[in-house]
């Protein structure tokens, strides 16, 4: 069955970076969108960013923009995604979901994808 397992979330100053991973298995990982949303206590789960299974096409939420990366190692079937200069706004679960041969749209919309991991925390704190 399909797996996807975050990883790399955890508890870092105001400015701070992490490298969030997600790891696949039980698909053809190639063929598969990846995409990364969080949910914040209290808040709907947003859209932060998408790759496409090509690797030809990114998304990013405005507010993401500029200090997220999103990146894609099919020989590892991991994707992994940058956060620099993080802002205690940025503090949420964040989940990566995969969805075979999805356009990577700029609206992010989480309804097209079937398939889940469970969450990494970040917490963004002085």
């Known amino acids: 069955q399909v797996q996807l397992v975050e990883s790399g979330g955890g508890l870092v100053q105001p400015g701070g970076a992490l490298r969030l991973s997600c790891a696949a298995s039980?698909?053809?990982?190639?063929?598969?969108?990846i995409g990364w949303f969080r949910q914040a206590p209290g808040k709907e789960r947003e859209g932060v960013s998408c790759?496409?299974?090509?690797?030809?096409?990114?998304h990013y939420a405005d507010s993401v923009k500029g200090r997220f990366t999103i990146s894609r190692d099919d020989a590892k079937n991991t994707v992994y995604l940058q956060i620099n200069s993080l802002k205690p706004e940025d503090t949420a679960v964040y989940y990566c979901?995969?969805?075979?041969?999805?356009?990577?749209?700029?609206?992010?919309?989480?309804?097209?994808?079937?398939?889940w991991g469970q969450g990494t925390q970040v917490t963004v704190s002085s």
């Open positions: 039980g698909l053809v990982f190639n063929y598969y969108t």
């Open positions: 979901a995969a969805a075979w041969r999805l356009p990577c749209y700029s609206d992010l919309n989480k309804n097209p994808y079937p398939y």
């Open positions: 790759v496409t299974s090509s690797g030809s096409s990114t």
